[in-house]
């Protein structure tokens, strides 16, 4: 019997105020997304998808509507049981990598098991180990984020984002400091490593080349839900982590 929607919006809208003045951003925002979706969400600059990824991320509260992950309304959470979700079901990709340049590349990929603990931190350490080498940085384990390409560094963040087996990875223009080819390795190592954990990914994107590969598309326009449609992702499913076993610099 299939669970509850890893993740499900029910009439999600979001109004800024400064002052007295009000701003919409959100207008009643409704969908659930499955175990082992990948889901791309795209409009145009303003159109309010960065902030629809806030709320999902629990980063960010919603004026009215819900938010439930794994069938549990979270959005109304206090801050510490907010941050504990985020802790233990979801995983984050930004556009910029935010790796801590005094750390190795397996220290950085390990942080977010650090935060709970050196026992988990140890215990994870093996399965972390492996998910570098799977996405081919197996021999940059102890090198420094300033030794890497831009490519390699995100690729890293696309591991630290498995590193507590979230849920839910959310990913915010994660390709979009990229050039084309290294874009292209990252989308599709995401793309594999969703298919290979059974872990849902949502993807914010501005390239609608990615968007058509996913499973499902979300486009907004002004803070609504434009249309839903189902990507070619499953059509077009291959083994795309060979591009990154390369020892390409990408």
């Known amino acids: 019997m299939r669970g509850p929607p890893v993740i499900e919006l029910?009439?999600?809208?979001?109004?800024?105020?400064?002052?007295?003045?009000?701003?919409?951003?959100?207008?009643?925002?409704?969908?659930?997304?499955?175990?082992?979706?990948?889901?791309?969400?795209?409009?145009?600059?303003?159109?309010?998808?960065?902030?629809?990824l806030n709320i999902m991320g629990l980063l960010d509260r919603p004026t009215s509507g819900q938010v439930l992950i794994e069938g549990e309304e979270a959005?109304?959470?206090?801050?510490?049981?907010?941050?504990?979700?985020?802790?233990?079901?979801l995983g984050f990709i930004f556009q910029f990598h935010y790796l801590l340049?005094?750390?190795?590349?397996?220290?950085n990929a390990l942080m977010p098991c650090r935060m709970k603990g050196s026992d988990f931190e140890?215990?994870?350490?093996a399965r972390m180990r492996q998910l570098l080498h799977t996405v081919g940085l197996g021999d940059k384990l102890r090198n420094r984020p300033g030794q890497l390409s831009g490519g390699q560094q995100q690729r890293v963040a696309v591991v630290r984002s498995l590193a507590n087996s979230p849920a839910l990875v959310l990913a915010d223009e994660p390709t979009g400091n990229l050039d084309?080819?290294?874009?292209?390795?990252?989308?599709d190592l995401m793309r594999s490593l969703s298919r290979e954990s059974g872990t849902t990914f949502i993807m914010v994107t501005h390239d609608d080349d990615f968007a058509l590969e996913a499973d499902r598309v979300i486009r907004i326009k002004d803070g609504h839900i434009q249309h839903l449609a189902t990507g070619a992702g499953v059509a077009k499913?291959?083994?795309?982590?060979?591009l990154a076993a390369s020892n390409s610099p990408v």
Do not use: C, M, W
Not at 23 to 34: A, G, K, M, N, Y
Not at 122 to 125: G, N, S, V
């Open 75 to 89: 959005s109304h959470l206090d801050e510490l049981g907010r941050a504990q979700v985020r802790r233990e079901r």
């Open 122 to 125: 140890a215990a994870q350490e």
């Open 10 to 52: 029910r009439g999600v809208g979001k109004v800024y105020r400064t002052g007295e003045v009000e701003t919409p951003v959100l207008f009643d925002i409704s969908f659930p997304v499955q175990r082992g979706e990948f889901v791309a969400i795209v409009g145009g600059s303003g159109s309010g998808k960065t902030t629809l």
């Open 101 to 107: 340049p005094e750390f190795t590349v397996l220290e």
């Open 180 to 187: 084309s080819r290294s874009g292209r390795v990252v989308f």
């Open 237 to 242: 499913a291959t083994n795309p982590l060979r």
